[in-house]
């Protein structure tokens, strides 16, 4: 596709279970953005991939929270045992390589934990 | 501790007049700033961006400025339009730093008729 491609949309989760998100980034991009935007806030930045570099994992709020960058494409953000404060909207971007670079967006994955 | 803050929660234009969205900083060494606009279900996309060593960049309807002494910038829309009701995004950068956006929290706008 032409866009930045994530899955699933929406997921409903109880408490406790691990979740699994997915990025498809824009082909040929290197760069793999996470964001989660909570209810009122703004976005706020998990982790950064950038080629074959070690990411930057300084944005991720516990170690519950992993992510990977398969083969330099797709990325599968885990939750593991959600909590409900991890509602929120995912979202992925990538851009061509970094830095200044413009970054384009995913439409997101709106998790709900009960 | 937030380091770009847009105050605004929420703005109401009439149509064809100028919208101006307001975002502040708080880290000087700030060198990039951009505006992204969302719409619901959708993921945002880039608007504008601005350089540090500039004060000003249009771009059709669409002009960012800003003021580095009083670390603040503005978009401003004119004339507006009922399409470009949606929240806007201001989001800043470091070249030097680690390589992410850091975003506000968003103001609603909205166009009407």
């Known amino acids: 596709g032409a866009g930045v491609s994530q899955s699933p949309s929406n997921k409903v989760t109880e408490k406790g279970k691990d979740v699994e998100l997915r990025c498809d980034p824009i082909?040929?991009?290197?760069?793999l953005y996470w964001y989660r935007q909570s209810l009122g806030q703004g976005l706020e930045f998990l982790i950064y991939?950038?080629?074959?570099?070690?990411?930057?994992k300084s944005g991720l709020p516990s170690d519950r929270f992993s992510a990977e960058r398969t083969g330099g494409s797709v990325s599968t953000l885990t939750i593991q045992r959600t909590q409900q404060e991890d509602s929120a909207v995912y979202l992925c971007?990538?851009?061509?390589?970094?830095?200044?670079?413009?970054?384009?967006f995913g439409a997101g994955t709106r998790l709900s934990v009960l | 501790d937030q380091q770009v803050k847009q105050n605004s929660p929420s703005l109401s234009v009439q149509e064809g007049r100028i919208s101006i969205l307001n975002c502040d900083y708080t880290?000087?060494?700030?060198?990039?700033f951009l505006w992204y606009k969302k719409y619901p279900a959708e993921g945002p996309t880039f608007l504008i961006s601005?350089?540090?060593?500039?004060d000003k960049n249009e771009d059709g309807r669409f002009t960012v400025f800003l003021n580095k002494s009083a670390k603040h910038l503005s978009l401003h829309i004119v004339p507006s339009q009922p399409g470009d009701s949606a929240v806007y995004f201001c989001?800043?950068?470091?070249?030097?730093?680690?390589?992410?956006?850091?975003f506000g929290q968003g103001t609603r706008l909205t166009i009407n008729p």
């Open positions: 991939f950038q080629g074959n570099s070690a990411p930057d």
């Open positions: 082909s040929g991009h290197t760069a």
């Open positions: 601005i350089s540090s060593i500039k």
């Open positions: 989001a800043a950068f470091k070249e030097r730093g680690a390589q992410k956006l850091v």
């Open positions: 971007a990538s851009s061509l390589s970094g830095g200044k670079n413009i970054q384009y």
């Open positions: 880290n000087s060494m700030f060198d990039y």
